[in-house]
Structure formats: C-alpha cells, structure tokens
C-alpha cells in the first residue's frame, strides 16, 4: 500500500510524464499533485467536469458501469482521468508528453497505483 505522495511519485517515474494529482470530484481540489507543466489546480477544476458530465452520460443512458479511465488525447500531450476504484469521489489525472510514452504502459501503471493508494 502506498501514500498519496508516495503513488504520485511512482506516476512521474513513468517515461514521459509530466504531472499527476489526485483530486475530490465533488470539490475539484487536490488531495496531492506531482510534477510541472500545467497549471494543476485549473486541470483538477476542469477534469472533474470532465468526469462529472461523463457519469451524467452514463446514467441518461441508463449505463449500468463504471469508468476505468478517460483518455484525452491532445497533439503533444495525453491526459488520463482514472476513478478511483478503492474510494469513491476520487479520481487520479495523469498527464504526458506523447512523444516520450507508451500509452499502454502508463494505463498500466496508473491501474497499479490506483490499486495501492491509501487514503
């Protein structure tokens, strides 16, 4: 089991990462952030819109699941968006640089970090 910071810093050790928060989705404020290259109390704000619209989705469409995560994929930059499945109202944003990751490994470890992270 791992700690806020600790889980964060696991984040940022994957290649091409840039920052990571763990962030309140009724508040949109973080419980912890990691790394530089985005403002991470705007990004905290507006993914949890992000997330709060999504669920909305879900629930009009009468979608009986949940999200593993949200990719947004810009031109240089991914931004991933995990609930987090060991505490409700919690999701972890995850952001990097395109050109320097493997997509599917920083799913990966985003999974693994979710798995561990203690509140």
Sequence with gaps: MASIKQSLDELLA???????AVVD??????LGSAGSGLDLEIAAAANTEVVRAKMKAMRQLGLNDVIEDILITLGKQYHLIRPSARKEGVFIYFVLDKARSNLA???RKLQDVDKNLVF
């Design 14 to 20: 994957v290649d091409g990462a840039l920052c990571a």
């Design 25 to 30: 989705t009724d508040s949109g404020m973080m």
């Design 105 to 107: 490994l920083a799913r």
